[in-house]
């Protein structure tokens, strides 16, 4: 992972550190008041502390709602902040014309959640150069965040932070999935998680937007647990009467106790140690079977596999082109295309049917609707054999195996034979298979809907509907 630093203050190493303060710039007073307090309470929990507001929120319940003293009032009391304290400044942006102005002030730029997909917005805050916090959409699964940090990566931009807040839940309801932590860490740039958002309950009181307070601090807990790479907390003196989110946000007084008690500390991953009284042999076997157990699709390991299964053999030496060749002579296949970059992807024509279709890194290079695109003419393409090689940096394995077995599902030919070869494990092929039973539960249903019948509907004068006047 990618870290990213601002001031003296890293993300992404073995600090977790903490984005505070009101969530809107209400006075001077206020402003600095605050961040004292959190210059204090950072020193004494053993937190790196950046401070947070907002000079204006565009995007409020109500138009009778605060807004906040806009850009110019806003920036200068951000300023004393800064000039008082020390502490690095992260505020949001939400039009274009404003990035540069509000750059020269904050260390961090914000792109809030509802302008998370904003192209022009982001392409503006990454040209700065400035460290770019996206907070990810409450409509957005953690996989297309990629596409987000694909678009500040392109303008040359890599000092990334995303913000996880919370996910649409049904009406006026947020749910966080703890999973999209480390799912969006595997893009390679740290992950905040924003406590006090991501328990509000938006538009719950008809013009302004309700929470559950009282919920923050568990759902930070579970967040530290998990690995989060930051946490996010707007805080007040008296929150009741505070002028944006009065219902989420933490009281300043209490913002001590719930640092101390979260240990500030990213999760880390623990070695399964085998007791003492085992030999080094059977330590070794005790820990590769604990390993073994956890996969959870077909794998064939060559190097373990007995003579009598007749295992797929692939030799190291030959790469990832011998494995593919060998797989063909086993079908007694010959005849096969490349699809190694756009041009060999040009070429094709999904009118005409080929035994085997070989890909050598090429879906790594594409975006996720462009991958669906070619997966799909892969599928309609092969009538025998598919086989692709993966490097799964930019995407977890997981994400391509459940799409595979979506994929899979969908073209469900019997004669179809699906492997996958990753980098990160390059003497296993993984075989994309059917679930069992497949084919009997298939016919089951289909016999089940040609038995079903629709009742005709016949009108007489007694009950035909009659038109409204």
């Known amino acids: 992972m990618k870290k990213v630093s601002v001031s003296n203050i890293t993300f992404g190493g073995d600090d977790t550190p903490l984005i505070a303060g009101p969530c809107v710039v209400e006075t001077y007073k206020l402003a600095t008041d605050v961040a004292k307090q959190l210059v204090k309470i950072g020193e004494k929990t053993n937190t790196p502390i950046i401070y947070k507001s907002s000079f204006d929120k565009a995007n409020r319940s109500s138009n009778s709602s605060y807004r906040g003293p806009g850009i110019e009032k806003g920036l200068e009391a951000l300023t004393r902040v800064k000039d008082e304290t020390g ?104 992950v905040i998680f924003d406590a006090t958002h991501s328990n509000q309950l938006p538009g719950g009181n008809g013009t302004s937007t309700a929470g559950m307070r009282d919920m923050v601090p568990y759902l930070a807990k579970a967040a530290v647990a998990v690995g989060c790479d930051g946490l996010f907390f707007e805080t007040h003196p008296n929150p009741e009467e505070a002028k944006s989110d009065a219902s989420t946000q933490w009281p300043l007084d209490k913002l001590e106790e719930v640092i101390s008690n979260l240990k500030m500390k990213p999760a880390k991953v623990v070695e399964v140690r085998p007791s003492k009284d085992l030999g080094e042999s059977q330590a070794e076997n005790y820990v590769d079977n604990l390993k073994k157990k956890t996969l959870e699709h077909l794998e064939v390991d060559f190097n373990s596999m007995k003579e009598k299964e007749k295992p797929i053999e692939t030799k190291k030496e030959d790469g990832f082109q011998g494995t593919a060749n060998h797989l063909m002579n086993e079908r007694s296949l010959t005849k096969r295309i490349d699809i190694n970059n756009e041009s060999d992807y040009a070429k094709i024509d999904n009118s005409v049917k080929i035994e085997s279709v070989i890909s050598d890194g090429y879906l790594d290079t594409l975006n996720p609707t462009e991958v669906d695109e070619v997966l799909v003419s892969m599928f309609e393409l092969a009538e025998r054999l598919i086989v692709l090689h993966l490097e799964p940096k930019r995407r977890p394995m997981q994400w391509w195996m459940d799409k595979f077995q979506f994929l899979r599902e969908r073209h469900d030919q019997k004669e179809l034979d699906i492997f996958v070869v990753f980098d990160a494990k390059p003497d296993e092929l993984k075989m994309i298979t059917l679930p069992k039973n497949y084919y009997q539960k298939k016919k089951e249903q289909e016999d089940r809907l040609k038995n079903k019948s629709v009742p005709l509907v016949k009108w007489t004068d007694g009950n035909k509907p009659r038109p409204r006047i």
């Open 87 to 190: 502490l690095p400044i992260l505020t949001d942006v939400h039009e274009v014309h404003h990035v540069n102005q509000v750059a020269e002030v904050a260390d961090i730029l914000q792109i809030p959640a509802f302008l998370c997909r904003q192209t022009d917005l982001i392409k503006a805050a990454a040209q700065t150069g400035k460290v770019v916090n996206v907070k990810k959409g409450q409509f957005l699964s953690p996989w297309e965040i990629e596409n987000v940090i694909v678009k500040i990566t392109e303008e040359g931009n890599e000092n990334i932070l995303i913000t996880e807040r919370g996910t649409q839940f049904g009406y006026q309801n947020l749910v966080v999935d703890m999973r999209s932590i480390p799912i969006m860490q595997q893009f390679g740039f740290p």
